[in-house]
Nanobody, 123 residues
Framework: VQLQASGGGSVQAGESLRLSCAPS????????MSWYRQTPGEQRELVAR??????????VYADSVKGRFTISGDDRENVVKLQTNSLKPEDTAVYYC???????????????WGQGTLVTVSS
């Protein structure tokens, strides 16, 4: 399974980008969809995650993006998006999406990763 991320680009500080990610094949069931980011020499960090529960979806955000980024996901359509507003130069990174779930009904739960999309924010 390959995840295809798109929507990255070069913007000025204060502008917005909308990132999107979808897998090459549909999952049987998804537990969570996430966005991470990584800069050279640094560890990959969680930006936002949306988890699917029977009682509803739950989202978590890194403190550095709270109030500026919004994650949305459709587990039936297998699409996750990240709306990034009020971008700052420190948001510059390669953004990776991941899906955690079951690709087939009786398969093991596995986390899959996308190839990354570059976001560059200039001041």
């Amino acid at each position: 399974v390959q995840l295809q991320a798109s929507g990255g680009g070069s913007v000025q500080a204060g502008e917005s980008l909308r990132l999107s990610c979808a897998p090459s094949r549909k999952f049987f069931s998804i537990r969570s969809m996430s966005w991470y980011r990584q800069t050279p020499g640094e560890q990959r960090e969680l930006v936002a995650r949306i988890s699917m529960y029977t009682t509803g979806d739950e989202t978590v955000y890194a403190d550095s993006v709270k109030g500026r980024f919004t994650i949305s996901g459709d587990d039936r359509e297998n699409v996750v998006k990240l709306q990034t507003n009020s971008l700052k130069p420190e948001d510059t990174a390669v953004y990776y999406c991941s899906f955690s779930g079951w690709i087939k009904e009786f398969s093991d739960e596995t986390e899959y990763w996308g190839q990354g999309t570059l976001v560059t924010v200039s001041s």
